[in-house]
């Protein structure tokens, strides 16, 4: 297991908010503001807090009107060719009419899935220079070289 998680009551909060506006949608799919309501108390207490959500959840909510966005109820979601013949998902919100595209590349990483971005495997020698010792060499002064030239008693 896991060790101590900073604000663990926080995310257990924000999984709550995020579940019971799945679950408001999955009894009545007109319960939208309900859903809605769920979503902006659930962005509104990660953006006071300072957390970070999962690149997974923040997709399907909408950045305007803050939707839970599930394909055929509150959202439309299609399959596009763009330039170059990549491959993007459209995800389109019902309720404001806001676009999403996301590659549809197989070989495709998200940041976070890559073992590099993991906190537990970075090392020491992976830190920046702000975070080890480094020697600086000292760089000789210019101004002190030519006093020691001009001590010396001219007659």
């Known amino acids: 297991m896991a060790g101590n998680?900073?604000?663990?009551?926080?995310y257990q909060r924000l999984n709550f908010l995020y579940q019971a506006a799945h679950c408001a949608l999955a009894q009545n799919p007109e319960n939208t503001e309900l859903a809605r309501f769920y979503c902006l108390t659930q962005k509104t207490i990660s953006k006071r807090l300072v957390l970070r959500q999962d690149p997974s959840?923040?997709?399907?909510i909408c950045k305007k009107c803050c939707t839970l966005l599930i394909p055929g109820v509150t959202?439309?979601?299609?399959?596009?060719?763009?330039?170059?013949?990549?491959r993007k998902t459209v995800v389109r919100c019902l309720s404001c009419g806001l676009t999403k595209q996301f590659p549809n590349n197989p070989k495709h990483k998200l940041w976070v899935d890559q073992p590099e971005a993991q906190l537990e495997n970075q090392t020491s020698h992976d830190a920046g220079p702000s975070l080890q010792s480094k020697p600086q060499k000292k760089k000789p002064d210019i101004g002190s070289v030519s006093m020691t030239a001009k001590t010396s008693p001219t007659v």
């Open 5 to 10: 998680i900073k604000d663990k009551e926080a």
């Open 57 to 60: 959840l923040k997709r399907t």
């Open 75 to 86: 959202s439309t979601v299609r399959q596009k060719r763009g330039p170059m013949r990549q």
